[in-house]
């Protein structure tokens, strides 16, 4: 049901009455929504038009029902760009630690969606940050800094180098946890991750392009599948939450086909979760 004239001028009131952070907010969650429901497919550079100083971003929704089929616009405003930099910086200059060396690889601690730490180079964090590094430079240029740009640029590139030099192990990309953390529990060490490339499939979502070797992303892919996926769980134990059992198929969170589990892996490693870990 379409919202009344009433309803509609309550919330123009509401959104023209929000600072800049808030109009960044709600402009986030609709274009969340839209990509989610598949009203915008990509979101180009041309998307970004720049009017009284002011960066704005339209975008086409798919006309449905109940949409107008009218561009949209939302205002990118420049107080939000700043703390969008300081986001990103976080991760080499902040007290995270995260990328400390500042050559595109994170060696520090790395909290995860397992609600546990990696610690060391791991493909989990890293293409989630060279995908972060790809995307402040699309916006920089948007923005026109190209001094940050370039920066997000040099990052990435050192990155990915470094990714595939020492992650990727000829099947799919490891974790290397450093020899003073070989004791911490929850580390993923030699292990077959199912979840390792959901940056890259965040970066093709978003127009970003490939963020490592695109032969190698295809063999991990193939290397998931064949380690991680069971056409039955009659006879697997599941140590967390079940999702699969009997005769169920399901995707492995990990599993360690060249050997070296660790003695207390990564959580849920023998679960076939219900959908991936973002």
Known sequence: ??????????????????????????????????MRNSDVKRIKRENFVTRDETVYLNYMPHKTENSSGRIVRWPVHETLWQKIKLALEFAWKGASQWDANADGLMEGEQHNTFDINFYGPNPL???????????????????????????????????RVLLEKQLFNGEYYRQIVPE????????LGTGCLSDQLLGQMAAHILGLGDLSDRAHAK??????????FKDDFTHH???MRIYSAGRDAGLLIA???LGGREKFPVVFEEKAPEGPAI
């Open 255 to 257: 599993s360690w086909p």
């Open 125 to 159: 964090c890293e293409f989630w940050y060279l995908g972060a590094l790809r995307a402040g430079e699309e916006m920089a240029q948007t923005m026109g800094d190209a001094a940050f740009a370039a920066q997000c640029r040099k990052l990435y590139e050192s990155g």
């Open 219 to 228: 063999k991990t892919c193939e290397s998931i599948m064949k380690y991680n």
């Open 1 to 34: 049901q379409r919202p009344s004239p009433e309803q509609i001028a309550k919330v123009k009131a509401w959104y023209e009455s929000l600072e800049p952070g808030g109009l960044w907010f709600v402009a986030t969650m609709m274009l969340e929504f839209g």
């Open 180 to 187: 003073d953390k070989r004791d911490v529990v929850y580390q």
């Open 237 to 239: 134990f599941t140590n």
